[in-house]
């Protein structure tokens, strides 16, 4: 059980909810945009000492990376191939690290050079594996930065995994973005998709609730409608209808077969206070956003209709006494036929 936040419960808290926009102003104030994104961020990565959990801040990994597992087992042999999309700093390769067979060989693409040396170095300790190629650069711009870089990138048809895990969101254009995703797959490989269903999920409410006090994204429109467009093309609709992402990439790679597995993941962020959930609005599309105001918006969001995220405060489990909001993902495993 746990203690459900309804809006007379947070009427009453007002004073904390005040303290608590207060600490996350001044600690964002006058840092940079990548600054705040690491900062909002590393709530999410907080290591639980007592190993009960993947992350503190989040059951994400907790759910997920069980099914990575399989996928790894099922598609990657001795000395295959995988290829981590907007692969972070390698953190949740490394959780993973032990599934993977002997002599696989493990490129990588990121556009935080940072988070690259981290990843390169992670890797440069596990000599049971091989590195591939190494690219700092967006997805969408990763064929472009590999010519100009002189990087020979993987060829279509070449890798038994790809793992696209929370970077879909900063993806332009799904249809074409994936398309590419699934040239690199050779028959029987897997793409192994991971994002958070915004349409329900915290991260979305606080990007609506800024957008609806009059903020600017920069495309408020096209931020909105991307959060339905994931939807449409993964899971489809509540009439039957499946995603839209198979018909598309068949009428895309033409002579190629592709069966794809969705599932819902009820998984949330926890915080040990509620300037962390303030500040966990800006792991998504408000880290792009420089306006402070964002943080406001999120903290009246919270306050005004905390029902719609299910604030709650967890009374047992390892999260004991920490704050949390829905963040619900989808899996979608993609697999290229023979």
């Not at 759910?63 to 990575?68: I, N």
């Not at 067979?101 to 390169?120: C, L």
């Not at 408020?220 to 609709?237: C, D, I, S, Y």
């Not at 105001?293 to 995220?309: G, H, I, M, T, Y």
């Amino acid at each position: 059980m746990a203690i459900a936040i309804n809006k007379a419960a947070a009427r009453n808290l007002s004073a904390r909810f005040d303290e608590a926009l207060d600490l996350v102003r001044n600690e964002f104030h006058g840092l940079n945009l990548e600054q705040q994104y690491r900062n909002a961020f590393s709530r999410l990565l907080k290591p639980d000492p007592l190993e009960r959990v993947l992350m503190m801040g989040t059951d994400q990994r907790d759910m997920f990376v069980p099914e990575l597992r399989k996928a790894i087992s099922r598609s990657v042999p001795i000395g295959g191939h995988i290829l981590d999309l907007g692969a972070g700093n390698g953190q949740t390769f490394e959780l993973i690290a032990d599934s993977v067979p002997n002599g696989t060989m493990v490129s990588f693409i990121e556009p935080n050079s940072h988070y690259v040396d981290n990843y390169r170095a992670m890797l440069r300790r596990m000599t049971n594996l091989t590195m591939g190629c190494a690219i700092a650069a967006g997805f969408e711009e990763t064929d472009d930065v590999a010519q100009r870089s002189g990087i020979d990138l993987p060829q279509d048809k070449t890798i038994h995994l790809a793992m696209a895990l929370q970077i879909i969101f900063f993806l332009k254009d799904l249809p074409t973005s994936f398309t590419r995703m699934a040239r690199f797959l050779r028959p029987g490989g897997e793409l192994f998709v991971v994002f958070a269903d915004e349409m329900d999920g915290y991260t979305g409410f606080a990007l609506r609730a800024y957008i609806s006090e009059g903020g600017d994204t920069g495309n408020n429109e096209h931020h909105l409608a991307a959060m339905l467009e994931r939807r449409r093309l993964f899971v489809g609709n509540e009439d039957g209808v499946a995603g839209a992402i198979q018909p598309t990439l068949h009428e895309r790679i033409p002579g190629s077969e592709f069966t794809m597995e969705t599932f819902r993941q009820p998984t949330r962020l926890y915080g040990h206070s509620l300037s962390d959930l303030i500040s966990m609005a800006n792991i998504a599309i408000l880290s792009n956003v420089a306006d402070m105001s964002k943080f406001d918006a999120s903290c009246r969001a919270l306050q005004d209709n905390p029902e719609a995220v299910d604030l709650r405060i967890e009374q047992d489990g390892p999260r004991k006494g920490m704050w949390s909001v829905l963040q619900p993902q989808i899996v979608a495993v993609l697999r290229r036929g023979f």
